[in-house]
């Protein structure tokens, strides 16, 4: 797969992805030997995979981990997280050293580091760079509000439906808030996963694409490159996140698609959030 995309001159960002099965942050923070074992295997792992991929081009990023969790995604009541923050610092710093350690173009290539479930909240003030490295990416997911994005038990969003721009001000507050701590400093910032998933009728729909188009286009406007998330699930009783199939690359909403690729790259002055707010109906 990494092949197939740097031959036709795309970009991969490659992971440990929901590995939650041995990266138990929750009973590493308690335990020495835990973490001292989940540490080692870290080690190794990156060791590994970047020895592998030692002399590919820089279109090839690592990214040292995905969603590190607890079952509460990090909102567990009464429960004292910072151990877990500093401890996903010193995870990241253990990938990155070993990346770095393997010599070749590894000493250079980008890697993303995400902080605690990849989400905004538990990023930003959180997250430290390791050794200060000068190629560090720092790695966010966004899919709020959940109920409308993933659990799709809200069908609408957004001023239209809301009678405010409650909903927009939020997404513009994300991406502020990420901007300043990081773009503005120097230290790039990517969004890894955002996405909503597929509505069942077309008054529904088209809050979906609103939202992908204000959020795509808000996500360029703060120059933070966005990845949708398409997980190729069509089944109505699951996360249904798919724009193409993956067998044989039909694109299943190429309106919406061309859409967002347009909000993505589109150096239009005037197609602003403002228009797109004011166009949605």
């Known amino acids: 797969n990494v092949k197939w995309a740097l031959s036709a001159d795309m970009y991969v960002v490659l992971n440990t992805h929901h590995d939650e099965y041995w ?15 989940i540490e080692d295997r870290l080690a190794k792992t990156w060791t590994q995979i970047a ?44 990938c990155v050293d070993a990346i770095r350690a393997t010599g070749g173009k590894n ?7 995400p902080g605690f479930c ?3 909240s538990f990023t930003v003030g959180k997250v430290t760079i390791p050794n200060d490295d000068s190629r560090i990416m720092v790695a966010v997911h ?8 993933t659990e799709g038990t809200v069908q609408r969003w957004g001023h239209v439906f809301r009678g405010t721009d409650r909903e927009e001000k939020q997404i513009r507050d994300l991406f502020d808030k990420l901007y300043k701590e990081y773009v503005a400093k120097g230290i790039p910032c990517y969004m890894g996963e955002y996405g909503v ?9 088209k809050y979906r694409e ?15 490159p966005a990845m949708l998330w398409d997980n190729n699930s069509n089944n109505p009783d699951g996360e249904m996140f798919y724009y193409f199939d993956h067998n044989d690359g039909t694109c299943h909403f190429p309106s919406l698609v061309e859409t967002m690729v347009k909000a993505a790259t589109s150096s239009d002055a005037n197609y602003t959030l403002q228009s797109i707010y004011d166009n949605a109906k």
């Open 23 to 37: 990266q138990d942050i929750i009973t590493a923070v308690c335990n020495f030997k835990t973490n001292a074992t």
């Open 51 to 94: 020895n592998h991929f030692q002399n590919y081009n820089d279109h090839l990023i690592f990214e040292t981990m995905n969603e590190i969790h607890d079952a509460s995604w990090g909102w567990k009541g009464g429960y004292n997280y910072q151990p877990v923050y500093k401890m996903m610092n010193e995870w990241n710093k253990v």
């Open 107 to 113: 000493v250079t290539r980008w890697v993303g580091i």
């Open 118 to 120: 990849a989400n905004t």
């Open 142 to 149: 966004c899919y709020d509000p959940f109920n409308f994005c």
């Open 197 to 205: 998933v597929t509505r069942k009728s077309s008054a529904d729909e």
């Open 210 to 224: 609103y939202y992908l188009e204000y959020f795509t286009r808000c996500a360029y406007l703060h120059s933070i």
